[in-house]
């Protein structure tokens, strides 16, 4: 029987099969001993898996996962469990929505373009809902409109909304449906009242920002998928406070800044890392205007933490 894991605990897995049927599932321990998988949780939501209900008690609506489907993509940021080890946040998703803000707390861009690239390393296209309009005043709405013209000039989706007063929710709605959808964000971006806008009666658990350090606590434990009302699946993420580069090569980070893609192949050398080699088209779009200088600066940021043995 084939189902969709909707929520990951790390031990047992809720599964739906496409009639609607829940299960609380199990991994086969053969999974756990899988050598090829190498991330830390070999089955994550969004995964299509085989399942084999246990008939021994039909009311207790457990089951055994036997198969994993092949995945059309996924995401995946450091493992809590160690650096070095990936974590896979969801699998076979149409689409990422990244919930920024600019004040309580203030949404950093090196964030931002880290969970970009992530996404753009597995194909992966974000849109960026930036939430609490209701609180921005002058100020904030300049910044905003500078970050909004650099990552639309770049290609990228933006949306303005207030998940408090509802202004744009209706705009995100339209953009959800029919998709599997990936929410994520830091903690006290008002993830929670965002998703509670767009699944009415679910009620997820909100905090408020923590006033002494000025970032958000987090409320969501695990990954967990829900069914939209009006079509698609929304997969809602812990809040993560940093989103690590995992298993991208010095030499292919460029790739994954979509601005940077025109002129890589314009570079003098072919190994290029657009730092201080001779003839670099990466570093003259900088120069000229063609390619933003913070964003560069990002690029060379998250350069300098990728390490060595990943080449």
């Known amino acids: 029987m084939q189902a969709t894991v909707y929520k990951s605990t790390g031990s047992w897995y809720v599964v739906k099969t496409a009639t609607g049927e829940t299960f609380q599932a199990r991994m086969k321990g053969i999974f756990k001993k899988n050598e090829d998988i190498t991330s ?15 008939d021994s008690d039909a009311s207790a609506k457990n089951a055994m996962i036997t198969g994993i489907g092949e995945r059309r993509n ?3 940021r450091s493992s809590p469990h160690g650096k070095n080890k990936k974590h896979i946040v969801a699998a076979n998703l149409d689409q990422a929505v990244l919930v920024c803000t600019i004040k309580d707390p203030r949404t950093s861009l090196g964030f931002i373009d880290r969970f970009l690239v992530t996404a753009a390393a597995y194909h992966i296209p974000v849109i960026l809902v930036f939430n609490k309009k209701d609180l921005y005043r002058d100020k904030e ?16 989706r933006v949306m303005l909304v207030s998940a408090s007063t509802g202004e744009g929710v209706e705009e995100v709605k339209e953009a959800l449906k029919d998709k599997t959808t990936l929410m994520s964000g830091h903690s006290g971006v008002g993830k929670s009242s965002l998703i509670n806008d767009l699944l009415p009666g679910l009620d997820l658990k909100t905090t408020a920002v923590s006033g002494w350090s000025g970032k958000g606590l987090h409320t969501t434990t695990f990954a967990e998928m829900y069914d939209l009302p009006d079509g698609g699946q929304l997969i809602d ?11 991208i090569p010095k030499t ?7 601005e940077m893609q025109p002129y890589i192949s314009e ?10 080699e001779p003839g670099c088209a990466v570093k003259a779009a900088v120069e ?4 933003d200088v913070d964003r560069y600066v990002s690029y060379a940021a998250m350069l300098d933490t990728i390490q060595e043995e990943q080449y």
């Open 237 to 247: 993420t812990p809040g993560v406070r940093e989103f690590g580069i995992v298993d």
């Open 267 to 276: 570079c003098q050398f072919n190994n290029c890392l657009h730092l201080n």
């Open 74 to 76: 996924y995401i995946v």
């Open 40 to 54: 830390t949780n070999p089955i994550a939501v969004g995964d299509f898996v085989e399942i084999e209900p246990d």
């Open 141 to 156: 709405m300049e910044k905003y409109e500078e970050v909004a013209a650099l990552y639309s000039s770049i290609g990228y």
């Open 252 to 258: 292919e980070l460029s790739h994954y800044f979509l």
């Open 288 to 291: 000229a205007g063609d390619i």
